[in-house]
């Protein structure tokens, strides 16, 4: 039987990716792959089962709605529940499940800890992780600053306003520069993240391209994570993930 999947998707959030990476794992699936009890032949055969439950944000504080903490603790998005011979999981951190999807169902998508590529294995692990690590913690802060002054009381936005515009000054901007600097050396002459194909690590590093979008950075400073997010954009099971879901607009966090 088939897993029966509930994306828990917030607007504006990193659950987009789910998405697209249950899409993939959709089409990359093939009855000549045999995952772990015949996984890939049900997705084939029955295409992968997942439902989308939506979720909006508060206008004015844009923080997620209190009914997603009676999905998880937490109350964060992206949240996925799988149900699974007669097992319910509930599963949050969007690593945790991109990683867990890709080694159950997915596997054409992943690089496995056997591969004889160990750089391939090596540049999985790290972009992976890295996404929402060194590379969301930026991001984070120049959410958080370009909010401070609208959240702040009015008579405080002067202070706030000056306290914020040093931080992004000082401290903010830079590090955006040094990582999709990084980062943009790092796809030098590569189409994919890992391994010279698509895998969760490009899934994982979506969310990070399109935070520079959003930010105050010139795009065109950035040819090559462009050139890979453009491919990204293209893809038919990112398309079709974005009419179950929706375009993310990080620049509502930051204008």
Do not use: C
Not at 49 to 66: C, F, H, M, W
Not at 77 to 105: C, H, N, Q
Not at 127 to 140: V, Y
Not at 182 to 195: I, M, P, T
């Amino acid at each position: 039987m088939a897993p029966k999947i509930t994306v828990h998707w917030l607007e504006d959030s990193r659950a987009q990716r789910i998405l697209w990476l249950l899409e993939e794992v959709s089409l990359a699936s093939s009855p000549s792959l045999v995952l772990p009890a015949n996984r890939a032949f049900v997705l084939t055969q029955l295409g992968l089962d997942y439902e989308v439950k939506r979720y909006s944000r508060d206008p004015k504080t844009l923080l997620a709605p209190k009914e997603l903490a009676d999905v998880h603790p937490l109350g964060k998005s992206p949240v996925v529940t799988i149900v699974e011979d007669g097992k319910t999981l509930t599963l949050a951190e969007s690593g945790a499940i991109v990683e867990f999807i890709v080694e159950r169902y997915g596997e054409q998508l992943g690089v496995p800890a056997s591969s004889s590529d160990i750089q391939a294995r090596a540049d999985y692990l790290y972009w992976l992780h890295w996404a929402e690590g060194s590379g969301m913690l930026p991001l984070m802060f120049s959410i958080i600053f370009a909010q401070l002054p609208k959240q702040g009381p009015w008579l405080a936005k002067p202070l706030l306003n000056a306290v914020a515009g040093g931080a992004m000054g000082q401290f903010v901007l830079p590090r955006l520069r040094e990582n999709f600097g990084f980062v943009e050396k790092s796809l030098a002459g590569k189409d994919y993240f890992a391994g010279g194909k698509l895998t969760g690590a490009d899934v994982m590093m979506s969310f990070i391209a399109e935070g520079l979008e959003a930010s105050p950075l010139p795009n065109d400073k950035y040819p090559n994570i462009f050139r890979w997010y453009n491919s990204v954009l293209a893809r038919s099971a990112y398309k079709k993930a974005l009419e179950k879901g929706g375009k993310n607009d990080l620049g509502r966090f930051t204008r």
